[in-house]
């Protein structure tokens, strides 16, 4: 597990971007839970930091794909295929992600 950044520096429903190993990671806090995905759009390989959280998850800004913040899951197209979520813990303040192990 690495550290990514701080559970303060994390706003509710706000998607916050952080690299690590060389992966790209979009984090979003909703509520008590927080959540990684690919920093990817699996459609037009766009930052998903760069959308917003909706009810139904993370929307791309471009095409409107949603992505599922537990599984990855598109939920509209046009994308197919999920976005891989990495495994998190909150240990303290700290944020940490284990960008070498997808949960989906």
Known sequence: MLRA???????DGKPFPVELADTPIVLVRRGDEVHALRDECTHAELA????????????CWL?????????????SPPATEPVAVYAVTVAGDDVLVDPDHRTN
């Open 5 to 11: 950044c701080s559970l303060a520096e994390l706003e």
């Open 48 to 59: 998903l930091a760069e959308g917003e959280l909706t009810r139904r998850g993370l929307e």
């Open 63 to 75: 095409h409107g794909s949603c992505f599922d913040l537990r599984t990855g899951a598109p939920s």
